[in-house]
């Protein structure tokens, strides 16, 4: 886990523990539809905050046309369910639901003027994930969006 705070609130929260399996430094590669022929090359982390009680994800792509984000992972202990706050460098602040079952880890968003889903599948040696996201503009018809395979740095 992450160094420890002197707040008594910066434990480990048991909701995010399946997640530790993202905890480190990734190298990315990917896609995006809209701009055809170009690959993508960036880097992510991911890191326990205030001792485990929330997760944090860092992410930049050299290219400009994607933007660079931080998404800070949490739980909602009486609703059972995970979520995702994401803000990125154009401003762009976004709240998503979260699964994680099995090896494939969800995070999507659902509003009438755009919706995003995000599929990503763990490897079994844990070392590579690969992402594919959908999006929609008017809540029915569904679009490619970024595609991105991580590559853990050893």
């Known amino acids: 886990m992450a160094e420890k705070s002197k707040n008594e609130a910066s434990i480990p929260n048991p909701a995010l523990k399946l997640l530790s399996v993202l905890v480190g430094k990734w190298n990315t590669v990917g896609t995006h539809p809209m701009v055809p022929g170009t690959i993508f090359h960036g880097r992510a982390s991911f890191e326990w905050l205030e001792g485990g009680a929330f997760l944090i994800m860092r992410s930049e792509i050299d290219e400009p046309e994607i933007p660079s ?4 992972f949490g739980s909602d202990d009486v609703t059972k369910k995970l979520f995702m706050l994401y803000f990125d460098e154009r401003g762009i602040s976004r709240k998503y639901n979260v699964s994680f079952k099995g090896n494939t880890l969800m995070w999507w968003r659902n ?27 008017d809540g029915s018809n569904w679009e490619g969006d970024l595609e991105l395979t991580y590559t853990r740095v050893k």
């Open 69 to 72: 984000g931080i998404a800070i």
């Open 111 to 137: 509003t009438p003027e755009f919706s995003q889903r995000m599929t990503c599948k763990v490897s079994d040696d844990e070392d590579t994930i690969v992402s594919q996201g959908v999006m929609s503009k």
